[in-house]
């Protein structure tokens, strides 16, 4: 049973947790009330429920600011700009060396629309360039999986940089996350419901080629956004 100091500092953490996030306010009193929690449990259980709100409004802030940013002209035409670049980039600087190491440059429009604008202008600029460099040439049919996958890669990019400090070690985890998740798995999914070659005998030279460019993909995409992040945040502000 509760005494009455117990209730002054139930009260006193109910009303700091009030003052922070008051949607957290209902939940606890609700505790407190039914199982008369003693302090420390209301402590440890108000900590959890303000966390999860304050992560889940962190992220619905981050996809409304992404959202947003379509009602800008200047992010529409760069973005129009960086797709031309993209297509043009994916015809004229692909460097082979081996039979795993491609080096490439068409993807870094991609990165660069997510770390400027973020998830929801990413992963509609990803899936509209797949479509679009398919209709300006076709390679084999037409396949909605990889659409898919270009629009989960803007969407990983994007929650990674966007609106953040840019680090080599929030890239790599990006650039890892999206080569295992999307490229490895997801992809070679993809290529054996196209073309029915099997899943697991496509795994291992997949898995070995995305694990060299790890962390030539992350070292060159990190020198590119390093160099042009302040032209850029100062074009779009001018």
Known sequence: MLTEQG?????????????????????VCKFVVAFRAPLYVVK???????????????????WIS??????????????????????????????????????????????????MFGPAVGSIFGAALDVIKYLIAPDGPFFPG?????????????????KKKLSIVRLFVAELIVKLFINVLLNTFWL?????????????????????????????TYMILLAIQHPLKKIMEG
Do not use: W
């Open 7 to 27: 209730v002054d500092s139930q009260t006193k953490v109910i009303t700091a947790i009030s003052d922070s996030h008051p949607a957290a306010t209902y939940l």
């Open 192 to 220: 054996n419901l196209l073309y029915g070659k099997g899943f697991i005998a496509l795994l291992p030279s997949r898995l070995l080629s995305n694990a060299i460019m790890l962390p030539v993909d992350t070292i060159i």
């Open 66 to 115: 992404s959202l947003h940013e379509f009602q800008k002209l200047k992010v529409i035409v760069l973005c129009g700009m960086l797709c031309a670049a993209a297509i043009i980039l994916s015809y004229v600087t692909t460097i082979r060396i081996g039979p795993y190491i491609k080096i490439g440059f068409s993807a870094i429009p991609n990165k660069i629309v997510d770390f």
């Open 44 to 62: 440890e259980t108000a900590a959890k429920e303000v966390l999860f709100m304050l992560k889940v409004e962190k992220q619905k802030s981050l």
């Open 146 to 162: 990889f659409t898919i996958s270009a629009f989960l890669g803007g969407i990983v990019y994007g929650v990674a940089l966007y």
